[in-house]
């Protein structure tokens, strides 16, 4: 829910909205991503690790087409949206 308080091209409904994305965006990072990663090794080693990045923005855009309630207004939003979440994610690791 911070996430979608810092872009102005992120929207989620409601607190519950927010669980079920968290729920959704493991799921497809548990499954999805693992074999996007493998499918994809070639061109992450080429850019030295980048393409994870894409990768990221992909995995949200598939869980705004999952998630009704919640919105990115497109590729570069969702990109943004994968590093503003991993900058929370990082902070929130370092205080607990």
Same mark, same amino acid.
């Given at each position: 829910? !911070?996430?979608?308080?810092? !872009?102005?091209?992120?929207?989620?409904? @409601? =607190?519950?909205?927010?669980?079920?994305? &968290?729920?959704?965006?493991?799921? !497809?990072?548990?499954?999805?991503?693992?074999?996007?990663?493998? #499918?994809?090794?070639?061109? *992450?080693? $080429? *850019? !030295? @690790?980048? =393409?994870?990045?894409?990768?990221?923005?992909?995995?949200?855009? #598939? &869980?705004?087409?999952?998630?009704? @309630?919640?919105?990115?207004?497109?590729? =570069? *939003?969702? $990109? #943004?949206?994968?590093?503003?979440?991993?900058?929370?994610?990082?902070?929130?690791? $370092?205080?607990?």
């Amino acid at each position: 829910m !911070l996430a979608s308080y810092i !872009l102005p091209g992120v929207k989620i409904d @409601g =607190f519950i909205t927010a669980i079920i994305l &968290a729920l959704v965006l493991a799921v !497809l990072n548990a499954i999805v991503r693992p074999v996007l990663v493998f #499918l994809t090794i070639p061109v *992450t080693i $080429l *850019t !030295l @690790g980048l =393409f994870l990045l894409i990768i990221n923005a992909l995995i949200i855009l #598939l &869980a705004d087409y999952l998630v009704t @309630g919640f919105d990115t207004s497109g590729f =570069f *939003t969702a $990109l #943004l949206f994968s590093l503003v979440l991993t900058i929370i994610e990082s902070i929130l690791d $370092l205080i607990f």
